[in-house]
């Protein structure tokens, strides 16, 4: 195996990317799936904080108990972030369809381009935005309409699913073939 360090004149030791490349087993990833794969992660950590954000404001505003409120903010929806999670990456037909989905959306620029970028995290805080207006409804009226926590939370496991099927790309072949780049 090469040595990832290369000897300069002075005797400094420096990293090579090409043995570096060679030292960890294959070639490195083009930039445009680079940014296709940090916003994947990057969708997945924003829904999640726009979300803790949402359960901070109703936790004390939401007309019930504080128990009652942790458990349809936090309880109910972890449920459902957990099954839209775990389902689409174990039912095989799910797992194939949202792959598809994942590489179609790298194939058409998502996260790639700055537009791209502001047109999701766009939609992103439009979700935020309407669990806030629906905490103000439920605090003014009294009743708690559509459970959104569940179902923003549900969308966050769908994002999830979609980022590790990032990580299922790489490793085929014929996708992995198509994302390196020359060292």
């Known amino acids: 195996m090469p040595s990832i360090a290369a000897p300069r004149p002075g005797g400094d030791l420096t990293l090579s990317g090409a043995t570096l490349g060679a030292y960890l087993g294959?070639?490195?990833?083009s930039p445009a799936w680079?940014?296709?794969?940090?916003?994947q992660d990057l969708t997945v950590a924003a829904a999640s904080l726009i979300y803790a954000a949402a359960v901070a404001h109703a936790v004390g505003r939401f007309p019930a108990s504080p128990a009652l409120t942790l458990r349809w903010t936090l309880l109910w929806p972890a449920a459902y972030l957990g099954f839209s999670l775990a389902i689409p990456l174990l039912v095989g037909p799910l797992k194939r369809w949202l792959?598809?989905?994942v590489?179609?959306?790298?194939?058409a620029g998502f996260g790639q381009t700055p537009g791209s970028v502001v047109v999701g995290m766009g939609l992103l805080i439009g979700a935020g935005?309407?669990?806030?207006?629906?905490?103000?409804r439920a605090v003014a009226t009294g009743v708690v309409g559509v459970d959104l926590f569940?179902?923003?939370?549900?969308?966050i496991g769908i994002l999830g699913a979609q980022a590790v099927l990032v990580r299922v790309l790489e490793r085929d072949p014929e996708v992995r073939a198509r994302i390196e780049e020359a060292a």
Do not use: D, H, P, V
């Not at 294959?26 to 990833?29: D, V």
């Not at 569940?150 to 969308?155: D, L, R, S």
């Open 150 to 155: 569940a179902c923003y939370a549900a969308g």
């Open 129 to 136: 935005l309407l669990i806030y207006r629906q905490i103000g």
């Open 103 to 107: 590489w179609m959306s790298f194939k």
């Open 26 to 29: 294959g070639m490195a990833f």
């Open 99 to 101: 792959t598809r989905y």
């Open 34 to 39: 680079r940014n296709f794969k940090r916003m």
